[in-house]
């Protein structure tokens, strides 16, 4: 099922149990004049995923997750930083490499690489991110510059930061990185 803002909700029922999005029901089946509570534990928040699908600025990344299979990844649970190509930055990396979208998507294992290495495990949040090389999920490092309050990822600049989300953090940057093995 999904929320009411649109985001997929995962339900598991265990014995007596159940569970959304790893909340626990803690109390159910409180009727209301116009439905049904249910008391949960925490706060529900979308994933890097869903943040990724709410804003019209990424419908290519997530056209390309989803190709990739990598959706399945992204939803689990992190934390991930993403750092998040725009479309435009799609369009450009796309007029870079002489290839249309749909063959880039046609290699999956390709895609797949390019869409790892935008992704750092554990959460970086602009304000606490350094100048630093860390390990992305594709295994490459990636180079962090902070000069001030800005932060650059391999020279791509972070034009929006920190989107948080239940699972980690969306960045996003204006043009598609690049490992060195794609």
């Known amino acids: 099922p999904a929320s009411v803002e649109g985001s997929d909700l995962n339900l598991v029922k265990t014995g007596a149990d159940l569970t959304v999005n790893g909340a626990v029901v803690a109390k159910g089946d409180m009727q209301s004049g116009n439905g049904v509570v249910h008391h949960i534990d925490m706060v529900l928040m979308p994933n890097v995923v869903e943040v990724a699908k709410s804003s019209s600025d990424f419908t290519s990344l997530v056209e390309a997750l989803i190709a990739a299979d990598l959706v399945t990844t992204l939803i689990g649970a992190g934390p991930f930083t993403v750092f998040a190509p725009t479309n435009a930055a799609f369009t450009k990396y796309l007029g870079d490499v002489n290839k249309t979208f749909d063959e880039v998507k046609a290699d999956k294992d390709a895609l797949a690489a390019l869409l790892k290495y935008h992704v750092v495990s554990g959460k970086v949040m602009l304000s606490a991110a350094t ?7 594709e ?6 510059v902070k000069t001030g309050a800005d932060l650059t990822v391999n020279g791509a600049v972070v034009a929006k930061g920190d989107m948080q989300s239940g699972n ?3 960045h996003h940057i204006d043009m598609v990185l690049m490992p060195n093995v794609v």
């Open 139 to 144: 295994g490459s490092d990636l180079n962090l």
């Open 168 to 170: 980690g953090v969306v």
């Open 131 to 137: 100048t630093s090389t860390p390990a992305s999920v």
